[in-house]
């Protein structure tokens, strides 16, 4: 007997394609479409993840494939692939040769699945995000960057490390384009319900905000030859099942805005509804002024290299 499960093609089985990939399967969330340029890799991964199955217990199939066709009828398409940071490298130095990559995927992809919501990882993920809309010609609400999800979600564990907590316990809120500027929320970032600022000192708060900040680069600097794999495929994987459970779930999320808070025409980091449409709403918070400056500018920042694309 088969079932009808939803479908989401991984573009990238690199470490963050494949993980995330690994993680939808083994909630059986959908059957999954791993495509890769690399022939034999993508095939290779999804043969060793389906001979888990019976270890793991899950039933729904994951497909390796070199062929964009493969794809066609997707309900979410995850964008992983291209290049990684290197130790010394910011997201934005790797603007022009991922845009590259990016944009071919996109044009594919699209063509094959045209009512798919499109969830974008490759760096630097606010400009690949815009630049995923306009190559594919979907409504902005279908097209969306996974960056909050992943700095909220390193936010929570440093906080939680700080109280000697659990993280389970822990609600965290990351603002802003995913990079240096990013901006931290405290205010909205709680224990149980309790607010970080009522339970550290403002110096400490301050010290775990500059290391959010940094997050993915102390990875990359620990690690050497290679960037965050485990965390960001968790992220992605998170609001892939939002969006196919149709849950409403409200996560902090890459999106473009014209208008909220501000700020107009560009993709950053704000709170949304998902849903099986893609963006059900942005949440509009009450932040502290210094907070939507801080905001403001990160998307500033965001929007200058959107420009360096000239679409």
Not at 248 to 256: F, M
Not at 265 to 276: A, E, I, N, R
């Amino acid at each position: 007997m088969s079932i009808k499960r939803h479908k989401v093609t991984v573009v990238g089985a690199g470490f963050v394609g494949a993980t995330c990939a690994q993680r939808l399967v083994e909630k059986e969330l959908a059957d999954v479409v791993l495509v890769d340029v690399v022939e034999g890799m993508p095939q290779g991964k999804a043969l060793d993840m389906m001979q888990s199955s019976s270890v793991e217990q899950f039933d729904a199939a994951i497909h390796g494939t070199n062929s964009y066709a493969d794809t066609k009828d997707s309900d979410v398409i995850v964008v992983t692939a291209g290049l990684a940071r290197k130790p010394g490298m910011s997201r934005d130095d790797l603007l022009a040769k991922n845009a590259e990559i990016v944009g071919s995927i996109i044009t594919e992809t699209a063509k094959y699945s045209p009512q798919a919501i499109l969830v974008i990882v490759t760096n630097p993920l606010d400009v690949m995000s815009y630049l995923a809309w306009k190559k594919s010609g979907f409504k902005e609400t279908r097209v969306i960057g996974m960056a909050g999800v992943l700095d909220s979600s390193r936010y929570a564990y440093f906080i939680a490390e700080a109280l000697n907590v659990s993280p389970k316990d822990v609600r965290a809120m990351v603002l802003g384009g995913h990079g240096d500027s990013m901006v931290p929320v405290p205010d909205f970032s709680t224990v149980n319900g309790v607010p970080i600022t009522q339970l550290l000192a403002k110096e400490k708060i301050d010290a775990i905000n500059d290391r959010t900040r940094k997050g993915g680069a102390e990875i990359v600097g620990l690690l050497k030859t290679g960037s965050a794999y485990y965390a960001p495929s968790a992220s992605a994987a998170a609001m892939a099942e939002a969006i196919l459970l149709d849950s409403g779930r409200i996560l902090p999320c890459c999106v473009y805005l014209n208008g909220q808070y501000g700020i107009k025409d560009t993709y950053c980091g704000v709170p949304v509804s998902l849903g099986k449409d893609g963006v059900r709403r942005v949440v509009e918070l009450k932040i502290a002024k210094s907070d939507l400056e801080a905001l403001q500018k990160s998307a500033q920042d965001v929007k200058a290299n959107i420009v360096k694309l000239n679409l």
